[in-house]
């Protein structure tokens, strides 16, 4: 802490030896305006985040809507979330600046959460209160979807707004003249991620209890507080930060490549490697041979016409550089490997139904304290803060010696042990399913949905620790890897693939729902997926997740072969031309 407070007071002190410390009070950014920064994004986590692991709940009890309903509504919305991040990260990148955009969202998100808080107190913003699992309920007119589903979009917004830029506003707060600029953006990195795991923790904890405990109007009150005070914290800041103007984006690089190869799709791609376009001046960096048809986009037809005589960048849109031509071929090649990755988060994003299985069993740890049903997904961010500085700081010195890989184990390795463990947690909660509707099935509740078995919710636990180590594993590994991939200058774009990643995963589910809901309900059946679990077969639901894990395997064991060995690769560009080349400002969003 207080080396923290230190670099805090960088720009007030007048002391000329301590780089951190500058003479004028009036200068821009420094340590000073992190904590206006981190408390913006903590406030916004905390906020949006505490929202979703109950709202099956409140979809179902207060929206009169089936398990299968609410599930999908929380799929799209979390799909909706992070396709949006990409969107915000373009916006902030190439045209609004990353200040007006997290201030944008700031705004954003205070608007659904009080929007969403509305729909909590005033009571015509809801259907009539009914009976829970009772078929005569009245569903919610479109104008009481419409609010409810505003305000989801909203929040979507902010957080898509937020996210993407936080991180990189903060670190552009930074003199990156100052010799000790890393060492701060190194802290500046471990204040931004402990706060973050932390403010999960608290959303999957405190925020969920006061909605189980004081009901939704506090629930949903208290998350709109603290986005008041997260944006009004941000905007405070306004007069120290350092507000770099928008440039270009590497999302709009990505398109121009194709749309010139298609310009020039009939003139035949040069031998002489002198007749291609570089931002760089080496010689030797030449397109690969890879998706040649591509590399029509960096040919020089005309010196006179496509370069420019004072030496300045030429229009992208007639003619690219080989580096833009490359980077979209590394992202092309990416593909059926990131695309692996889906089932893994489609196995992890069944959390609504988890919600409803601890909802049905017996959460109490004292006689006087009752867990959430919503919190016992907290295990698995636990899991992650325990086991990653374990697996870094003493494994992984332990394993180099052993393996020879300077990261303990290979990151196609760690890939595949995630896939298998995400696979080994689905049928284990298969498994606990299947023994709780059976004791359900002994205790006589079938047609008590709401009735709370003599089972503990404990044993739940075993397959969010495992999708802990799962996630730990294939995440990390995954997010390793495409940075291994990229060159420095795309390394944005590997949080981009994930975050991509994550809105697949949430369609896939959406789709996958909707699916097994309509072949199992087929002539009158009761649907696997039924609102009363004790009725329903949400343990054959899992048994299908498991067998689509484990044909997933095979898909990542082939993706593998195909790709090759992928160790500190990066296709195209050699490490050493890598070196040399002088690249455009691309997005850190």
């Not at 000073?32 to 949006?48: D, G, Q, Y």
Request: one cysteine or more.
């Amino acid at each position: 802490m207080e080396q923290i407070g230190a670099e805090d007071t960088m720009g007030l002190s007048s002391n000329p030896k301590n780089p951190l410390h500058q003479p004028s009070k009036s200068r821009l950014g420094g340590f000073r305006t992190m904590p206006f920064i981190i408390v913006n994004e903590v406030f916004e986590r905390i906020s949006s985040l505490g929202l979703m692991p109950n709202m099956i709940l409140y979809l179902m009890r207060g929206y009169n809507m089936k398990a299968v309903d609410g599930s999908n509504v929380l799929f799209i919305w979390s799909a909706v979330t992070h396709a949006l991040a990409i969107f915000g990260a373009f916006l902030s990148d190439a045209y609004l600046g990353r200040f007006r955009v997290i201030a944008l969202g700031s705004f954003s998100s205070l608007t659904g959460m009080i929007l969403l808080w509305f729909t909590a107190v005033i009571p015509g913003m809801k259907p009539r209160p009914c009976e829970q699992f009772k078929d005569d309920c009245n569903p919610a007119t479109p104008a009481q979807l419409a609010v409810l589903f505003s305000s989801f979009g909203l929040i979507s917004i902010g957080a898509g707004c937020i996210r993407p830029c936080s991180m990189a506003f903060g670190a552009d707060q930074l003199d990156k003249e100052n010799p000790d600029s890393e060492r701060i953006l190194d802290s500046f990195f471990n204040w931004y991620y402990a706060s973050s795991a932390m403010s999960t923790v608290i959303s999957l904890t405190i925020i969920v209890y006061i909605q189980d405990h004081l009901g939704w109007n506090f629930g949903f009150g208290v998350p709109a507080i603290l986005m008041f005070f997260s944006a009004l914290m941000f905007l405070f800041g306004s007069s120290l930060y350092v507000k770099e103007k928008p440039s270009s984006s590497l999302f709009t690089g990505f398109v121009q490549v194709p749309f010139v190869a298609f310009k020039n799709r009939h003139l035949n791609p040069p031998c002489d490697s002198d007749e291609y376009y570089r931002h760089s001046h080496d010689k030797k960096l030449a397109p690969t041979n890879q998706l040649r048809w591509l590399n029509r986009a960096c040919m020089i037809r005309d010196p006179g016409r496509d370069l420019s005589s004072d030496g300045s960048d030429p229009n992208s849109w007639s003619i690219c550089s080989v580096e833009q031509v490359e980077s979209l071929k590394t992202l092309l090649r990416l593909i059926p490997m990131w695309s692996t990755g889906i089932m893994i988060l489609v196995s992890m994003g069944q959390t609504s139904f988890t919600t409803l299985q601890a909802n049905t069993m017996d959460r109490y740890l004292t006689p006087n304290f009752k867990i959430p049903a919503a919190s016992f997904a907290v295990s698995t961010v636990v899991v992650l803060m325990i086991w990653i500085p374990i697996y870094d700081i003493v494994l992984v010195p332990i394993l180099a010696r052993y393996t020879g890989c300077p990261r303990g184990l290979s990151m196609k390795f760690r890939m595949g042990i995630g896939l298998v463990l995400s696979c080994v947690a689905m049928a284990v909660g298969a498994i606990t399913e299947s023994v709780r509707r059976r004791i359900a099935n002994e205790q006589g509740l079938d047609e008590q949905p709401a009735a709370t078995l003599n089972m503990s919710a404990m044993w739940l636990l075993p397959q969010f620790i495992l999708f802990g180590f799962a996630e730990a594993f294939s995440a990390i590994g995954q997010i390793e890897f495409y940075y291994s991939q990229f060159s420095k200058s795309m390394s944005s774009i590997a949080v981009a693939l994930f975050t991509v990643g994550i809105a697949g995963s949430n369609l896939v589910g959406s789709l996958l729902v909707n699916v097994v809901n309509s072949v199992t309900s087929k002539g009158g059946k009761e649907s696997w997926l039924s609102s009363n679990l004790n009725k329903g077969h949400l343990d054959y639901y899992y048994w299908l997740i498991t067998i689509l894990c484990l044909i997933n395997i095979i898909y990542f064991l082939v993706c593998c072969w195909s790709y090759g060995p992928f160790e500190d690769e990066k296709p195209g560009i050699s490490a050493e031309g890598e070196a040399n080349i002088e690249y455009r400002a691309l997005p850190s969003s």
